[in-house]
């Protein structure tokens, strides 16, 4: 069982806006810090954005600052990412991790992973 779902993913055009969740399937994430990353054909996975679990502390990719915004809604456990003026270099497919307390940059320090969910932005 994969133990975070991600949805919300599709295809549009450039300068638009998509909404993706990430929620846990089968557990709680409390405590967990929780991070989205994304994967492009023949990339390495990048980190794009994460929130820390204590603090709230949100940390951006520079590709993405000012254009996406993380937020979590603590009651349902659940992860949001809300990416506006879409570009064509973020298609991708973005997966949500989770990792204990702190945020990290890097996708080997997370412990969880969603399916992945694709974005394509034609342009």
């Known amino acids: 069982q994969v133990p975070l779902v991600e949805s919300g993913g599709g295809l549009v055009q450039a300068g638009a806006s998509l909404r993706l969740s990430c929620a846990p399937s089968?557990?709680?994430?409390?405590?967990?810090?929780m991070g989205w990353f994304r994967q492009a054909p023949g990339k390495e996975r990048e980190f794009v954005v994460a929130i820390s679990w204590s603090d709230g502390n949100t940390y951006y990719a520079d590709s993405v600052k000012g254009r996406f915004t993380i937020s979590r809604d603590y009651a349902k456990n659940t992860v949001y990412l809300q990416m506006n003026s879409l570009k064509p270099e973020d298609t991708a497919v973005y997966y949500c991790?989770?990792?204990?307390?702190?945020?990290?940059?890097?996708?080997?320090?997370?412990?969880?992973w969603g399916q992945g969910t694709q974005v394509t932005v034609s342009s």
């Open positions: 991790a989770a990792k204990l307390f702190s945020a990290s940059y890097y996708y080997t320090e997370y412990d969880y």
């Open positions: 089968g557990r709680t994430f409390s405590g967990y810090a």
